[in-house]
């Protein structure tokens, strides 16, 4: 995470929206995506997270569309699969709006290749 970013986070989770959505309800990783890479005013901070917030969202409505027809797929597991898409895979050793301490197996499991992107 970037210093702007990081900045932006802290001022969001002091504010009160984010104080009720830190009181028990977990937020996912695509929304602390948004929540970072969003200014006050709600307009995306540059273009190109403009772009990507865009593309994160159509993805989830397709993958929500597919999930509600498949009792199997979790909503978790569509966030990871979007966002693999979207930003492409996962650098080694860690993951994505977690942090430089959570690694994959942390996060994922002990099956780690889970954070990889469906080659098919």
């Known amino acids: ?7 932006e986070a802290v001022r969001f989770w002091q504010s009160k929206k984010g104080k009720e959505l830190s009181s028990g309800q977990k937020v996912g990783r695509l929304q602390l995506f948004e929540i970072t890479h969003r200014k006050k ?3 995306p901070m540059t273009p190109k997270a403009g772009e990507i ?7 989830k409505a397709e993958y929500e569309a597919i999930a509600s027809s498949e009792s199997s797929v979790h909503l978790e ?3 990871n699969q979007i ?3 979207v930003l492409g895979p996962e650098r080694y050793g860690r993951v994505r709006f977690q942090g430089s301490l959570i690694n994959p197996t942390q996060y ?3 099956s780690s290749r889970q954070y990889m992107p469906s080659t098919s």
């Open 1 to 7: 995470m970037l210093r702007y970013q990081w900045k």
């Open 41 to 43: 005013d709600g307009s």
């Open 53 to 59: 917030i865009e593309k994160l969202k159509d993805k």
């Open 77 to 79: 597991d569509i966030d």
């Open 83 to 85: 966002i693999a898409e």
């Open 108 to 110: 994922f499991g002990s």
